[in-house]
């Protein structure tokens, strides 16, 4: 079992590269609307198709995003793990999940109502800026794998 270190002071999420651009009086903003919660391995943190009203920040452990098409299960290709974020659906109409996140190891991850997220957001745009560079590159970069593995032949026997 992971021995979690729980956040005692904002400085302590200046680390992340989703806070490193933020000063602390903006952490402390960003922290006051979240709460720490712990996930055991096979635990869902949200479900595809589901509300979505929050968004999660590992901080700790790994976490697997499945995405259902068709019957069929798909997941990307290495798990998220400290510092990424699932859960955007919660911040973009019509607020619903698209696809599930399962804890794979003890997880422990910062939840933020994502109805409190859009009003910070709102009050203090760099906050905002910040959060959304962080998660826009993130995806950028997942999309980016997922088009070099597609272009890869299938190798020949």
């Given at each position: 079992?992971a021995?979690?270190?729980?956040i005692?002071?904002?400085?302590?999420?200046a680390?992340?590269?989703?806070?490193?651009r933020?000063n602390e009086?903006?952490?402390?903003k960003?922290?006051?609307?979240?709460?720490?919660?712990?996930?055991?391995?096979g635990?869902?943190?949200?479900?595809?198709?589901?509300?979505?009203d929050?968004?999660?920040?590992?901080?700790?452990?790994?976490?697997?995003?499945?995405?259902?098409v068709?019957?069929?299960?798909?997941s990307?290709l290495?798990?998220?793990?400290?510092?990424?974020?699932t859960?955007?659906?919660a911040?973009?109409?019509?607020n619903?999940h698209?696809?599930t996140?399962?804890?794979?190891?003890?997880?422990?991850?910062?939840?933020v109502?994502a109805?409190?997220?859009?009003?910070?957001?709102?009050?203090?745009?760099?906050i905002?800026?910040?959060?959304y560079?962080h998660?826009?590159?993130?995806?950028h970069?997942?999309m980016?794998?997922?088009?070099?593995?597609?272009?890869?032949?299938?190798?020949?026997?």
């Amino acid at each position: 079992m992971a021995e979690f270190v729980f956040i005692k002071d904002v400085s302590q999420l200046a680390p992340y590269p989703l806070f490193s651009r933020l000063n602390e009086e903006q952490l402390r903003k960003f922290y006051s609307i979240c709460r720490e919660e712990t996930f055991l391995p096979g635990a869902t943190l949200h479900q595809q198709g589901e509300p979505a009203d929050h968004v999660f920040i590992i901080l700790q452990g790994q976490v697997a995003e499945e995405l259902v098409v068709g019957g069929r299960v798909l997941s990307p290709l290495k798990p998220l793990s400290a510092g990424d974020v699932t859960g955007c659906s919660a911040l973009f109409p019509p607020n619903v999940h698209t696809c599930t996140a399962r804890a794979i190891t003890e997880v422990n991850s910062l939840v933020v109502d994502a109805s409190k997220m859009r009003k910070l957001f709102d009050e203090d745009c760099e906050i905002a800026r910040s959060f959304y560079r962080h998660v826009i590159g993130a995806l950028h970069h997942r999309m980016r794998s997922l088009e070099l593995i597609g272009a890869q032949k299938p190798s020949e026997n």
